[in-house]
């Protein structure tokens, strides 16, 4: 998942964020056009993430509001399994 993200150019929104300002009647328009496309970007992982998701892992997630919370609790969940896998190489 993370090549297909990262051939997406999304890898690194997904991994750091949407970077919102709270006072947004004084951003300039330029700002105001990088935030909207940071959260079309952010709607495009994370539907890419939620499509790429078993239907019982994906119940757990759902409730998730970007694709950054979506990964890091899909990390979280598998990082045992990651230990795993090193583990019998």
């Known amino acids: 998942m993370e090549n297909f993200l990262c051939s997406k150019e999304y890898l690194s929104l997904v991994e750091i964020g949407i970077s919102i300002t709270t006072k947004e009647t004084y951003l300039i328009k330029e700002l105001k056009k990088v935030i909207k496309d940071q959260k079309l970007k952010d709607l495009n992982a994370k539907n890419y993430l ?16 970007t694709a950054k919370d979506i990964w890091n609790s899909l990390k979280q969940k598998y990082q045992g399994t990651t230990r795993v896998k090193h583990a019998q190489l």
């Open 50 to 65: 939620l499509q790429a998701i078993d239907r019982s892992i994906l119940e757990t997630i759902l409730k998730k509001n």
